[in-house]
């Protein structure tokens, strides 16, 4: 079965800092660039980060840049997206999806809530 499983997200006040995990299965992780995206209560989705299928690549959200860090470990079939210093505009569901670098097929995980609050 293919899966991708968030995890890590919870409550935390401003200035934290959470580290969300995406462990997927089911299919060849390293076909697969990886993409965080989030959605705050009320709004769309946004994009926040990628990842390539060997982690030489990477991108961010502009207005994210140097709080969001993206990384991955093919041998564990996990991405990772580490955020610093919180602020309450960073309270969403974070999603990851896996893209297929040949068919450009996107799996979605189930997301993960994260909301920042004192």
């Known amino acids: 079965e293919v899966q991708l499983v968030e995890s890590g997200g919870g409550l935390v006040q401003p200035g934290g800092s959470l580290k969300l995990s995406c462990a997927a299965s089911?299919?060849?992780?390293?076909?697969?660039?990886m993409i965080w995206v989030r959605q705050a209560p009320g709004k769309g989705l946004e994009w926040v980060s990628a990842?390539?299928?060997?982690?030489?690549?990477?991108g961010y959200a502009q207005s994210l840049k140097g709080r969001f860090t993206i990384s991955r470990d093919n041998a564990k079939n996990t991405v990772y997206l580490q955020i610093h210093t919180l602020k309450p505009e960073d309270t969403a569901v974070y999603y990851c999806?896996?893209?297929?670098?040949?068919?450009?097929?996107?799996?979605w995980g189930q997301g993960t809530q994260v909301t920042v609050s004192s």
């Open positions: 089911g299919f060849t992780f390293d076909d697969y660039a």
């Open positions: 999806n896996a893209k297929n670098r040949l068919s450009q097929d996107v799996l």
């Open positions: 990842i390539s299928f060997n982690g030489g690549s990477t």
